[in-house]
C-alpha cells in the first residue's frame, strides 16, 4: 500500500501554482514524484515555484495560462499530455471573493467572481476531461469552500460559485467515470494566504475564524496539499464525485458556546 500514496511517473498540471494553496500542492505532488506543471495567470509566480521545486530536486515546469479563456486552458494542457505522453492530475485553485452585502452588489463585481469561480472552474474540468478521457484515466481537483455549505453576511455570490463547484464536480464525475477519470472538490476552511490577507489585518476577525474551527487555529497552506495529493494518488482510487472538507472541524460544530460543566 505505501507506493499508492505516491505519484512517481505521474504528470500533474496544477493551476494556481503561483501562490497560496496552489503553490504547496504544486511542491507536495513533486516531493511525493510527480513532474509537476505550474500554471497560473502570473507567469512569474508560476515559474518562481517551479524554480523551488527544481531547486529541491524535483521536477517541475512552468507556464501561464488563464482559465477564464476555455480555448487557452484547452491547448495548455492538451499540450502539456502532448509534450509528456500523459495528463495524470490536474488541480485548479484560482477563485476571487469580492466580500460584499448583497444588496451593495454591482453587476461587475458579480461578473468577475462568477466568471472566474465557476466559468475558470468549468474550463479546467472540461479541458481536463478533453485529455483524460480518450486517455482512460486521470485524477480532477477543484477547489469548493466551506462556504458552499454554510454562508455568513457579504458571501452570497462567493458561496454561490462555491456549491456551484460542487455541482459542476459531481456532474463531471457521473460523465467521466466509467473512463477511468476521478473528479472531486476540496473544501477548505480558514487559509492563511493572500486571498484571505484583509481577514489575516483584521485581529478581531482573524481570531473569531480561528475560534470558529474545532482546531481553534487557522490552517497555512500546505496542509490543503495532503488531502488535494491523496486525491491525485491511486490511494483514492475509489474516491470520486465527493467534497473532501480540509476544515479544522469547521462544519462539525456550532460554534456557539461550550455548556456550563463539560
Ligand atoms: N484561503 C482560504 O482561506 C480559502 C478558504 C476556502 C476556500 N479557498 C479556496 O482555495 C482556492 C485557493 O485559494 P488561495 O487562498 O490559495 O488563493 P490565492 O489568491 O493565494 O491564489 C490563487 C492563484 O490563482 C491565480 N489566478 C487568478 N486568476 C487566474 C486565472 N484567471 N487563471 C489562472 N490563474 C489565476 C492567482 O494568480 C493566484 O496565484 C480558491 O479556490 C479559494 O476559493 C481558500
Known amino acids: 500500500m505505501a507506493d499508492c500514496f505516491r505519484l512517481d511517473g505521474k504528470t500533474v498540471a496544477v493551476i494556481?501554482?503561483?501562490s497560496g494553496i496552489g503553490a504547496a500542492c504544486a511542491r507536495t505532488a513533486a516531493t511525493q514524484?510527480?513532474?509537476?506543471?505550474c500554471l497560473d495567470i502570473d507567469a512569474d509566480a508560476a515559474a518562481a515555484t517551479a524554480t523551488a521545486i527544481t531547486g529541491s530536486g524535483g521536477a517541475a515546469t512552468a507556464a501561464g495560462v488563464d482559465v477564464t479563456h476555455g480555448?487557452?486552458?484547452?491547448?495548455?494542457?492538451?499540450?502539456?499530455a502532448a509534450t509528456h505522453g500523459r495528463l495524470d492530475g490536474v488541480v485548479c485553485t484560482p477563485s476571487i471573493n469580492v466580500r460584499k452585502a448583497l444588496l451593495h452588489?454591482?453587476?461587475?463585481?458579480?461578473?468577475?467572481?462568477?466568471?472566474l469561480n465557476l466559468k475558470g472552474s468549468f474550463?479546467?474540468?472540461?479541458?481536463?476531461?478533453?485529455?483524460?478521457?480518450?486517455?482512460?484515466?486521470?485524477?480532477?481537483?477543484?477547489?469548493?469552500?466551506i462556504r458552499s455549505v454554510?454562508?455568513?453576511?457579504?458571501?452570497?455570490?462567493?458561496?454561490?460559485?462555491?456549491?456551484?463547484?460542487?455541482?459542476?464536480?459531481?456532474?463531471?464525475?457521473?460523465?467521466?467515470?466509467?473512463?477511468?477519470?476521478?473528479?472531486?472538490?476540496?473544501?477548505?476552511?480558514?487559509?492563511?494566504?493572500?486571498?484571505?490577507?484583509?481577514?489575516?489585518?483584521?485581529?478581531?476577525?482573524?481570531?473569531?475564524?480561528a475560534a470558529k474551527s474545532i482546531?481553534?487555529?487557522?490552517?497555512?497552506?500546505?496542509?490543503?496539499?495532503?488531502?488535494?495529493?491523496?486525491?491525485?494518488?491511486?490511494?483514492?482510487?475509489?474516491?470520486?464525485?465527493?467534497?473532501?472538507?480540509?476544515?479544522?472541524?469547521?462544519l462539525a460544530a456550532d460554534g456557539r458556546f461550550v455548556p456550563p460543566g463539560v
Open 16 to 18: 494556481g501554482a503561483g
Open 33 to 37: 514524484g510527480a513532474r509537476v506543471v
Open 71 to 80: 480555448g487557452a486552458t484547452d491547448a495548455v494542457l492538451a499540450g502539456i
Open 105 to 115: 452588489y454591482a453587476d461587475d463585481e458579480f461578473d468577475r467572481v462568477v466568471h
Open 123 to 145: 474550463n479546467v474540468v472540461r479541458a481536463a476531461g478533453r485529455v483524460m478521457v480518450p486517455q482512460g484515466s486521470g485524477s480532477i481537483v477543484i477547489f469548493s469552500s
Open 150 to 209: 454554510v454562508v455568513e453576511p457579504g458571501q452570497s455570490v462567493y458561496a454561490m460559485t462555491k456549491a456551484g463547484i460542487v455541482q459542476l464536480v459531481r456532474g463531471a464525475a457521473c460523465e467521466f467515470g466509467t473512463s477511468g477519470v476521478r473528479v472531486n472538490a476540496l473544501a477548505p476552511g480558514v487559509v492563511d494566504t493572500p486571498l484571505t490577507a484583509p481577514i489575516r489585518a483584521n485581529r478581531g476577525w482573524y481570531e473569531a475564524y
Open 215 to 250: 482546531l481553534g487555529r487557522w490552517a497555512q497552506p500546505q496542509e490543503m496539499a495532503g488531502p488535494t495529493v491523496f486525491l491525485l494518488t491511486d490511494a483514492a482510487s475509489f474516491v470520486t464525485g465527493t467534497v473532501l472538507y480540509a476544515d479544522g472541524g469547521w
